[in-house]
């Protein structure tokens, strides 16, 4: 019976490759290594830097790969935001998707408009400052902060792609969709980032407001009095359900 138990313990699941595995990739997360780490700021502050060069880098990559512009500036502040404060509503895909994709089609639209009823103005093609492109400016950044509002999907970077046309660096629907298919990119690798190598329950698509209230800091409620460290900490003692 004694052999027999232990070529049953040798063979059971705990010594499958699979389980290896999983137990391998799950040591590499930022959960299980922080609660072990002497300088954990250290170790937070290497995974915003890895995730945010991974993710822009990417986003880079395919640029060149395809030949359509994905990279804009706009994109650089939503990558530091979706990593280091992965758990709040402004750094969930659905905001930053919607956010970017509302601000670069109102801001093409409003210039448009401005140039027909504005005889003689040049503003597509040109960064030349002049009153009309004052105009769009003010009308843009109005027209992009009201649709965030009222649509809940509140992204700060996101204004930033919405002035992009009026200013002149982006002035077609084919660069608009290249801004659109970057901050799908840019969620995607979030997602991978901070699902598989945190380990943080980052949502899919919509953030969850139980989920948000349990992670302070993460989720950037500046009212919770705790750092970015004391609350991933905190997860990893006392994990949400």
Request: aromatic residues 10%.
């Amino acid at each position: 019976m004694t052999r027999g138990g232990d070529k049953s313990a040798n063979s059971g699941p705990q010594r499958s490759w699979l389980y290896r595995l999983i137990r391998a990739v799950t040591r590499l997360r930022l959960k299980y290594h922080y609660p072990r780490a002497e300088r954990p700021n250290l170790l937070i502050g290497s995974f915003v830097f890895v995730a945010g060069t991974a993710s822009v880098g990417t986003i880079a990559a395919v640029t060149l790969l395809f030949g359509h512009a994905l990279i804009f500036p706009s994109l650089a502040p939503t990558a530091f935001l979706v990593f280091y404060t992965p758990m709040a509503p402004t750094a969930c895909p659905r905001t930053v998707v919607c956010a970017h994709s509302t601000a670069v089609l109102a801001g093409i639209g409003c210039t448009y408009l401005i140039t027909l009823i504005w005889p003689g103005v040049q503003l597509v093609g040109t960064t030349d400052l002049n009153w009309a492109r004052v105009v769009a400016i003010m009308v843009i950044m109005g027209a992009v902060s009201g649709f965030m509002a009222v649509g809940r999907f509140a992204h700060p970077p996101a204004a930033a792609s919405g002035l992009l046309p009026a200013l002149g660096f982006l002035d077609d629907l084919g660069g608009a969709g290249g801004l659109i298919a970057g901050a799908f990119l840019l969620a995607g690798v979030a997602f991978l980032f901070n699902r598989g190598i945190a380990g943080l329950p980052y949502p899919l698509w919509r953030w969850d407001p139980e989920v948000v209230k349990k992670y302070g800091a993460l989720a950037g409620l500046p009212s919770i009095a705790k750092s970015y460290s004391e609350t991933l900490k905190d997860g990893v003692s006392h994990p949400p359900d």
